[in-house]
C-alpha cells in the first residue's frame, strides 16, 4: 500500500522505493508517538503523504534552482506500461501536490474523503474541492494530450 501511494505521488520507482523506506523508518522512529486513536494503517499513511509532499517540494526547489542556473532539466520518460497509463501518469505529476494527493488517496487508494481528510490534515470540503479540481483537469489534460499523441501516430 505505501509503495503504491509513493509511487503514484512520485512517479518514479526509485523515488518510490526511496520514500516508501523512508516511511517505515520514520513510522519506527516514531512509534512511541502513535497514539491509537486511529488506524496503525491511517498514521503509516500520513507519515507517507507527508513525505511525499515534502519531496515534491524539494524537488520543485531544486528545479527552479537548476533553471535560475540555466541548467537543462532531463526529461524522463515512463518506459513501461501502455500509452494511457503513460498519459495517465503525464497528467497525474502536472497536478498540484495537494490535489495529487487527494486522487490517489480517494481514487487509487479507495479512501473516503473523511479518511483523506484525516491523513492530509484538511476538511473533507477541502479534500471533494481538490479531487473535484483535479478531475478536472486531469480530463481536460487527457484529452489534450491524447488528441496530440494521436495527431504524431
Not at 3 to 17: C, D, F, I, N
Not at 120 to 132: A, D, M, N, Q
Request: glycine share 6%; net charge positive; aromatic share 8%.
Amino acid at each position: 500500500m505505501i509503495h503504491a501511494l509513493t509511487y503514484r505521488m512520485s512517479g518514479s520507482e526509485a523515488e518510490a522505493s526511496d520514500l516508501a523506506q523512508e516511511a517505515f523508518v520514520q513510522a519506527w522512529r516514531r512509534l512511541d508517538h502513535f497514539r491509537g486513536e486511529a488506524r496503525f494503517s491511517s498514521w503509516l499513511y500520513r507519515i507517507a503523504v507527508n513525505l511525499c509532499l515534502n519531496w515534491k517540494a524539494r524537488e520543485a526547489r531544486e528545479a527552479r534552482a537548476r533553471t535560475a542556473w540555466g541548467d537543462l532539466a532531463a526529461n524522463e520518460g515512463s518506459s513501461t506500461g501502455d500509452r494511457r497509463t503513460g498519459l495517465v501518469q503525464e497528467a497525474l505529476m502536472k497536478l498540484p501536490a495537494k490535489q495529487r494527493a487527494a486522487i490517489v488517496l480517494t481514487v487509487y487508494d479507495g479512501l473516503k474523503h473523511e479518511e483523506a481528510a484525516r491523513l492530509l490534515g484538511c476538511s473533507e470540503t477541502t479534500v471533494s474541492w481538490r479531487v473535484f479540481a483535479a478531475k478536472a483537469k486531469l480530463k481536460r489534460w487527457l484529452e489534450k494530450m491524447d488528441g496530440q499523441k494521436g495527431e504524431r501516430s
